[in-house]
C-alpha cells in the first residue's frame, strides 16, 4: 500500500534535476501533484509507476498530473 503522505509513486530510469544533475534508477514521491521525496531504487516498489528514459524534474508537476 501507498504511504498516506504521497499521492502517487514512480521510479525513472533517468531523473533529471533542476540543477542539470541526472541520477540513475530512482524513485520519485508526490504529494498533491509536487515532488515530496527522491531516493534511489533498490527494489520493487507497491504500486509504483515505472517510467521508461529520461523525466525532467522541472516538468513533474504537468507530467504526474497525467499519470
Same mark, same amino acid.
Given at each position: 500500500?501507498? #504511504?498516506?503522505?504521497?499521492?502517487? +509513486?514512480?521510479?525513472?530510469? +533517468? &531523473?533529471? &534535476? #533542476?540543477? !542539470?544533475?541526472?541520477?540513475?534508477?530512482?524513485?520519485?514521491?508526490?504529494? /498533491? !501533484? #509536487? *515532488? $515530496?521525496?527522491?531516493? *534511489? $531504487? +533498490?527494489?520493487? $516498489? *507497491? @504500486?509504483?509507476?515505472?517510467? @521508461? !528514459?529520461?523525466?525532467? &524534474?522541472?516538468?513533474?508537476?504537468?507530467?504526474? /498530473? /497525467? &499519470?
Amino acid at each position: 500500500m501507498i #504511504k498516506d503522505d504521497i499521492d502517487k +509513486r514512480i521510479a525513472v530510469q +533517468r &531523473l533529471h &534535476l #533542476k540543477d !542539470g544533475t541526472v541520477l540513475n534508477k530512482h524513485v520519485v514521491e508526490f504529494k /498533491n !501533484g #509536487k *515532488p $515530496l521525496c527522491i531516493y *534511489p $531504487l +533498490r527494489q520493487e $516498489l *507497491p @504500486q509504483t509507476a515505472w517510467i @521508461q !528514459g529520461d523525466f525532467y &524534474l522541472s516538468e513533474a508537476t504537468d507530467l504526474i /498530473n /497525467n &499519470l
